[in-house]
């Protein structure tokens, strides 16, 4: 039997016959008292503790180097995990939301460590669970041979119905930036990733308007998703149009006003790798890593999908900085950038990621909190895809006869 399983049936076990009325009801929270990870003489040891057992499972992720935990239902209340980490050899505790009933904690490795011992303990008298995990150092080559996820597949899967296209409608996949796991950019107790969803919601509600619009989004709640899976959920949707929403934040006071971002390999600024490669990691270290290497023929059917595909995405960003700009809303001084953002990999689907302002600038703060706000900026971006999807129907008559 692999490890992970005997790791999550042992959980299990312990819970299974204390079960009472108080557990069964309630979600297991977390307990800062006396939880942290701390170096051990040379191990580091990991304690969490929680108001009642809960499924999980213990592995070791690559590339960047991290330990991952998964619980079934974790609340880590406001805080979080931000006080767990006190040990030199780590450096970042996150933790949160991961998929539907499941939480995730994930700790950064700076050197690679081996699981030496994972323990859930259950306290008697007040039903309490420690969990303990041990690392110990390891080299390299050992690590690289032990990581990896489960491949017990036992995440429940969400379920999607097919879309049924209508002639003549168009399908808007939205998608609210970060999740779970990941907050994104945060400012003045505001994260980014309940911003954008709320806007996401307010744009929906403007297109929903729009006669021949089909709005869905790739995340209804704080759930972690992964970028790969954005993508997945545009192409199973049938989706005609991508656009992710983001107000990141951008050190030195160099960003101010909307910017509507393209997909390139080559950025065209460094702000713009910068955002690029931070959600990328993000989304690297929350979730796990399935990039597989695609065929050299998978390759060419791509790129000609990406050539049909890109003018068009090129106009359809040129046709939100217009809508942004009649309506007077802030721009960024070069309104329209690109580099390598994975979330806009959708080689057949007009792709752009948003950043409807940024939350490291005072004036787009006081404009994203501000709903009055952010509904103009719905109506600004409503307007620049009306004018799109106008324009690419008529291109797409001439090139029909
Ligand atoms: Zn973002």
Request: glycine share 8%.
């Given at each position: ?174 998608d ?50 992964s970028l790969e899976r954005r993508v997945a959920?545009a192409h ?6 991508f656009?992710s ?17 393209t997909l390139s390999d ?10 690029a490669?931070?959600h990328n990691?993000?989304d ?7 990039s597989?290497?695609d065929?050299?023929?998978?390759d060419?059917?791509l790129d000609?999908a990406r050539?049909?595909t890109q003018?068009?995405t ?24 690109s580099a390598a953002f994975s979330v806009l990999k959708a080689a057949d689907i007009p792709s752009v990621l ?48």
């Open positions: 039997m692999n490890r992970f399983l005997v790791y999550i049936l042992s959980a299990l076990l312990l819970s299974a016959p204390h079960m009472n009325a108080q557990e069964l009801s309630g979600l297991a929270r977390f307990l800062p008292e006396g939880s942290a990870m701390k170096d051990r003489g040379r191990d580091v040891q990991l304690l969490l503790n929680l108001s009642q057992t809960v499924p999980y499972r213990v592995f070791t992720l690559d590339a960047p180097r991290r330990l991952v935990i998964d619980f079934r239902e974790v609340d880590w209340g406001g805080a979080g995990a931000a006080k767990l980490d006190q040990s030199d050899r780590i450096s970042e505790v996150r933790t949160g939301g991961f998929r539907p009933g499941w939480s995730r904690l994930v700790a950064e490795l700076e050197a690679p460590m081996a699981l030496k011992s994972v323990v859930m303990a259950r306290q008697a008298d007040t039903g309490q669970a420690q969990l303990s995990v041990v690392l110990q150092r390891t080299d390299a080559d050992s690590f690289v041979a032990t990581a990896g996820a489960p491949a017990s597949g036992d995440w429940p899967v969400p379920k999607h119905t097919p879309k049924v296209k209508n002639e003549g409608r168009i399908t808007i996949m939205l609210p930036g970060h999740g779970g796991i990941d907050p994104g950019a945060s400012h003045d107790g505001h994260e980014e990733k309940v911003l954008m969803l709320t806007f996401a919601r307010e744009l929906a509600d403007e297109l929903s308007r729009v006669p021949q619009v089909d709005v869905l989004l790739t995340r209804e709640d704080d759930s972690f998703v959920l199973q949707a049938g989706a005609d149009l656009i929403l983001h107000a990141d934040a951008l050190g030195q006071g160099h960003a101010h006003g909307a910017t509507v971002h080559e950025a065209t600024d460094e702000a713009s790798a910068l955002l490669e931070r990691r993000d690297m270290l929350a979730g796990v890593d399935l597989g290497q065929d050299a023929v998978a060419i059917l000609m050539a049909e003018p068009r090129e106009r359809l960003a040129a046709a939100l900085v217009k809508g942004i700009s009649d309506k007077g809303a802030p721009l960024n001084r070069r309104p329209h950038r948003i950043e409807i302002g940024f939350l490291s600038s005072k004036r787009d703060f006081a404009n994203i909190i501000d709903q009055a706000w952010r509904i103009e900026m719905a109506q600004a971006l409503r307007d620049g895809i009306v004018a799109w999807m106008i324009e690419d129907e008529a291109l797409s008559r001439v090139v029909r006869q």
